[in-house]
């Protein structure tokens, strides 16, 4: 019942349904270069197009910096020769922390004095205070997946949730086709997506259904023959 100038399809707020709609986008990005009939094609060209004009409207810029890169990645590929790909380990390791880095400069530049979440981690640095931060009732989340597993629960546990996601992306230098690298890119902006919402770790609203689609599809395609890891 509240009046807002961005669309929210009955969400709490625009964020949130930029997280439903940048997946929803990007899966359907994935489905495109498989089809080769125009009645296929048209109708799934125009849901993306539909979907992007929604996107837009939620003016959520977290879910549209994170389309807006995969499509720049997506219609690269498309002019590229190229079937084996792989990621770097430094772009890996910067994709995984990426939403700490940004929790960090956010915290440097814009609102140091009230920011809470420093606050709590610093009253329990190593462990995280996730009592303190849901005032004992254990629901709670920071806007930031890093920063709430940062004081939620300590830097150890974040150090090996970044690790987790390093491997995820980088799969040990292994060689992917060019589907499985789309979809490596789709799980990678959805790990930038949530630089302003905790949702893919938290809350349970069933956004990180979407990481994990990509993911189970990336497993799915069958890898071709002669990619080994990388040098």
């Known amino acids: 019942g509240v009046v807002s100038n961005y669309l929210t399809f009955g969400f709490t707020n625009p964020n949130l349904t930029g997280l439903f709609l940048a997946g929803m986008i990007m899966l359907e990005m994935n489905r495109l270069p498989a089809l080769t009939r125009s009645w296929q094609c048209i109708p799934a060209w125009a849901e993306v197009c539909f979907l992007l004009f929604f996107l837009w409207k939620t003016q959520a810029r977290n879910a549209l910096l994170s389309v807006i890169l995969y499509l720049v990645v997506f219609?690269?590929?498309s002019l590229r020769k190229a079937d084996q790909l792989h990621f770097g380990k430094s772009f890996s390791k910067i994709a995984a922390v990426w939403p700490l880095l940004f929790a960090g400069a956010y915290i440097l530049f814009v609102r140091l004095p009230q920011l809470r979440a420093l606050r709590l981690w610093l009253s329990s640095p190593i462990?995280?205070?996730?009592?303190?931060?849901?005032?004992?009732?254990?629901?709670?989340?920071?806007?930031?997946?890093?920063l709430d597993i940062l004081v939620s629960y300590g830097p150890i546990v974040l150090c090996i949730v970044c690790f987790a996601l390093y491997s995820l992306i980088y799969m040990?230098?292994?060689?992917?086709s060019r589907q499985q690298f789309l979809f490596t890119i789709g799980f990678t902006?959805?790990?930038?997506?949530?630089v302003g919402e905790a949702a893919i770790f938290s809350v349970g609203l069933g956004v990180y259904l979407?990481?994990?689609?990509?993911?189970?599809?990336r497993n799915l395609c069958q890898p071709e023959a002669g990619m080994e890891a990388a040098p």
Do not use: D, M, P
């Open 75 to 77: 219609f690269v590929l």
């Open 127 to 146: 462990f995280g205070a996730y009592a303190q931060a849901s005032g004992g009732s254990g629901s709670s989340q920071f806007h930031n997946t890093h």
């Open 172 to 176: 040990s230098g292994k060689r992917q």
């Open 189 to 194: 902006c959805e790990i930038i997506l949530v």
């Open 210 to 217: 979407y990481a994990g689609t990509f993911l189970l599809l």
